[in-house]
């Protein structure tokens, strides 16, 4: 079975997105199944293309045992949209901006991060370019992405029974 692709978005691709990044590899790393993953983010936006990630995004990471400071800032290509099994968006602006660039056939796979979290339909990461919370990206990442794992592993076993 091939590998799930999972494409991480946000604005600017140095904030929400390279933290979800991280993160998840690391979720699947601990779940031993990093290797049925391909996991990426990319921006909607071209303003920060190259750019590492923001310092307060590092040192949230770090400050967690995580290193993205390897990560470059990578504008989202048609490419990237072909390639995602998921596209997790981290709020509602970014999600109408994928959506704009996929077919409608390919709509479905592309999701609000904190959609998968029970009550929180709709809600949306706010930008800590913007407010500076780090930290509060990283809570409702760490909220929501064992969730997105959970959901995934679940549509591989559905897909590969014998496996």
């Known amino acids: 079975m091939k590998p799930t692709n999972v494409l991480f978005?946000?604005?600017?691709?140095?904030?929400?997105?390279?933290?979800?990044?991280?993160?998840?590899?690391?979720?699947?790393a601990e779940a031993g199944v990093a290797d049925q993953y391909v996991i990426s983010s990319?921006?909607?936006?071209?303003?920060?293309?190259?750019n590492p990630p923001h310092p307060g995004a590092l040192q949230t990471l770090k400050k967690h045992g995580l290193d993205a400071s390897n990560h470059r800032s990578h504008p989202l290509t048609p490419t990237d949209l072909e390639a995602a099994d998921y596209i997790i968006t981290m709020d509602t602006t970014?999600?109408?901006?994928?959506r704009e660039r996929l077919s409608k056939a390919e709509q479905a796979k592309a999701h609000l991060c904190m959609d998968v979290v029970p009550g929180q339909d709709g809600i949306s990461i706010a930008d800590p370019w913007y407010t500076h919370k780090f930290e509060t990206t990283y809570d409702m990442l760490t909220?929501?992405?064992p969730l997105w794992l959970d959901q995934m592993q679940q549509t591989?076993?559905?897909?590969?029974p014998h496996e």
């Open 42 to 50: 990319a921006a909607t936006s071209d303003e920060e293309a190259g």
């Open 143 to 145: 909220e929501s992405l």
């Open 9 to 28: 978005v946000c604005l600017g691709n140095i904030c929400r997105s390279p933290m979800a990044e991280s993160m998840f590899k690391q979720l699947t």
């Open 94 to 98: 970014n999600l109408v901006d994928v």
């Open 156 to 160: 591989r076993r559905e897909a590969s």
